[in-house]
């Protein structure tokens, strides 16, 4: 079994070489290639077992070289976000099965990206953004829900009332009816101001 993460790599991703791209780095964790038009680069973080494949196009001269994860290529091809996590492997010796998989995931799900296919990119690129939203308004949820159950076990009826009526729409049925509650039993001069 080889020992040397790029010399793994380099074996994983052979199929890249066939598609015209050519290795622009090769560092003791980092594998880089490119093409005309694309680059991929595979990375592992030694110290956390981390690695990653990303794919992006090569940049206009200037510009900052911007590549998404697989996983935002596996996920965008539909994959459960669970399959589209690359592992954490820490030890050298057992990193060769991963690397594999990462490249068959780039190999099945990301031939479009090789290509260098401007409109995929900008279709991923939305999907992206879509997810970053979507996570956001999931922090800012579970940050007003856990402020709205302090309010609501202090009966600070206002506060519960000004957490969650600016996102009525994105209530569970408990919380809904929390709201509800907290408006009818809110001191009728509190709900003049």
């Not at 690695?51 to 994959?79: E, H, K, M, N, W």
């Not at 999931?138 to 009966?155: F, I, T, V």
């Not at 569970?172 to 709900?191: D, G, I």
Request: glycine letters at 4%; one cysteine or more; a negative charge.
């Amino acid at each position: 079994m080889r020992n040397d993460f790029s010399e793994m790599a380099m074996q994983a991703f052979s199929f890249l070489e066939d598609a015209g791209f050519r290795c622009a780095k090769n560092a003791p964790s980092l594998l880089c290639y490119e093409s005309d038009l694309s680059f991929v680069t595979v990375s592992w973080d030694a110290r956390f077992g981390e690695q990653d494949v990303s794919i992006g196009l090569l940049p206009q001269t200037g510009q900052v070289r911007d590549g998404c994860s697989i996983a935002d290529v596996l996920g965008f091809a539909g994959l459960p976000e669970s399959n589209s996590k690359p592992a954490q492997v820490a030890d050298m010796s057992r990193l060769e099965p991963f690397l594999a998989t990462l490249a068959n995931n780039v190999y099945a799900y990301a031939q479009l990206a090789l290509a260098g296919d401007r409109a995929y990119f900008r279709e991923l690129e939305i999907f992206r953004n879509t997810k970053a939203a979507a996570f956001m308004q999931d922090m800012k949820l579970q940050q007003m829900r856990s402020e709205a159950q302090s309010a609501w076990r202090g009966c600070q009826y206002d506060i519960v009332i000004a957490l969650y009526a600016p996102l009525e729409d994105h209530l569970t049925e408990s919380e809904a009816r929390k709201l509800e509650y907290a408006r009818q039993h809110l001191p009728s001069s509190r709900r003049s101001e």
